[in-house]
């Protein structure tokens, strides 16, 4: 038998390492694209969640609003919830954040019965008007973050990024 | 904060604002007819714990839940945890419980009825744990108006 040509042995030894080749690969494609996918994943609509409150239902006064969104760390997804504090305000909607910007505890309307009108952080009696505005002489150094807001179709609040305060 | 790492460089930088420390004790029922009972309630005090982490962020560090079983002495493991804070920035020590027989032992026991959470819907149970927040709100700033 000449050096050149293919022996049975070898014949089959590349025809398996092909086919092993293959299965190899189409057991690798998923697990890789797993690993690569959340990187990969665009993030649709300016990441606005819908919440379950009626935008025509929103009054003046402060009012707890939870959403809920999904979270991707990598492999993990998970939920989070997070609060808002929405009012209305002349035409349109206002939602907060409740995040003390002291040193992050969550700020309630008129959890100080001495100031019905004003956000309080029961940690260091921090306050801030209705606006987020903080008041001068409590600890927090700044005003409440404001969650970008819209109306979804059919008329639900819709909440997106927290930005800086733009009322004060 | 939680008691990791990261958090633990910022509350020595603040230990004039962050002064208190959440400790869970929990009791581990392991028999077969305990055992159930016994993961719900940790289940519940620990998932308080966490949400009392995050209305006081500011003011607390959540400690990992201190467990035992039955048969150690709950006054003498008391006076070991109480002696070891005494030497630490924090001014406040407040240990979360379900377990009644912590009760009537010390002022620092917050000692609270459990609710099984096992079954309820994500949102649902977010909903309790946030009433059960704010109702220790008070309970909560009592303590940090009286010098202890
Ligand atoms: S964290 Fe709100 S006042 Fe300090």
């Known amino acids: ?136 002489g409590t600890p927090p150094l700044g005003p409440l ?24 | 904060m939680f008691y990791t790492g990261r958090d633990s460089a910022q509350f020595l930088a603040q230990t004039e604002y962050i002064d208190t420390a959440i400790v869970p004790l929990i009791p581990v029922h392991v028999t077969k007819e305990t055992m159930q009972m016994g993961a719900s309630q940790a289940d519940y005090i620990l998932s308080l714990a966490n949400a009392l982490e995050n209305q006081f962020k500011g003011r607390v560090v959540a400690f990992p839940s201190f467990s035992y079983v039955s048969g150690q002495s709950k006054e003498q493991l008391l006076v070991d945890w109480k002696s070891a804070f005494a030497a630490s920035p924090f001014k406040h020590i407040l240990f979360l419980t379900g377990d009644s027989e912590w009760n009537q032992l010390d002022g620092s026991i917050f000692w609270t009825a459990t609710i099984p959470l096992d079954s309820m819907e994500p949102k649902m149970r977010g909903k309790i744990l946030e009433d059960q927040v704010r109702q220790l709100i008070p309970r909560i700033a009592e303590k940090w108006n009286s010098p202890s």
């Open chain 1, 1 to 136: 038998m000449s050096n050149n040509k293919v022996t049975r042995r070898q014949f089959l030894s590349y025809t398996l390492t092909g086919v092993g080749g293959f299965m190899a690969a189409g057991m690798l494609m998923p697990m890789v694209r797993f690993a690569i996918d959340p990187v990969l994943q665009k993030k649709d609509g300016g990441d606005f969640v819908t919440t379950d409150v009626a935008v025509a239902d929103i009054t003046e006064e402060p009012t707890r609003v939870d959403f809920t969104f999904e979270q991707v760390d990598a492999w993990y997804t998970s939920e989070v919830t997070n609060t808002a504090w929405v009012y209305k305000s002349g035409d349109s909607i206002v939602a907060l954040s409740p995040i003390c910007k002291h040193l992050g505890c969550t700020v309630n309307w008129a959890g100080d019965a001495e100031y019905p009108d004003q956000f309080f952080c029961p940690c260091h009696e921090g306050r801030y008007e209705k606006n987020g505005k903080n008041v001068p």
């Open chain 1, 145 to 168: 973050d404001v969650f970008e807001v819209r109306e979804s179709a059919d008329g639900l609040l819709e909440i997106g990024m927290a930005v800086p305060n733009n009322l004060v």
